[in-house]
């Protein structure tokens, strides 16, 4: 009975974790993921970007606003975030006006969420 206790408290304890809200990227980790979303990977390879006309080299962040947002694809937790600030691209800025980026949340960072960065934002004005 105790055996089949624990085997319950754990099983409620790996769905909670699975849908648990992701939590709010700080100001620099946003930053990180938002240069990895400007950064042109020649042929969707990271580690070749030597091909690319055009790649962010630095984003400076002025405002920016986050939540929760539902589950991608991949049922990663994910936040919505509206950015104000520009992207450097090297002498050619380009300015965020409270642009919607949508980020999963993996061990060693935030990442874009390739599958919806082009999508409407879960995140209103």
């Known amino acids: 009975m105790a055996g089949l206790r624990i085997c319950a408290a754990l099983i409620a304890l790996a769905t909670s974790a699975q849908t ?15 240069l990895d979303a400007h950064t042109c990977h020649y042929n969707n390879d990271p580690d070749d970007i030597g091909e690319c006309l055009f790649s962010a080299r630095a984003v400076h962040v002025q405002s920016m606003r986050c939540a929760p947002a ?30 919607c980026f949508h980020f999963r949340r993996l061990e060693n960072g935030w990442t874009p969420d390739p599958g919806v960065l082009a999508a ?3 995140m209103p004005d």
Do not use: W
Not at 20 to 34: D, F, G, I, M, N
Not at 74 to 86: I, L, M, Y
Not at 90 to 98: A, D, K, W
């Open 120 to 122: 409407g934002c879960e």
């Open 70 to 99: 539902p589950p991608g694809e991949s049922r990663e937790p994910r936040v919505a975030c509206r950015f104000t600030g520009t992207v450097d691209y090297g002498g050619r800025p380009r300015q965020l006006r409270r642009d």
């Open 20 to 34: 648990a809200p992701a939590p709010l990227p700080s100001q620099a980790e946003a930053e990180t993921a938002l």
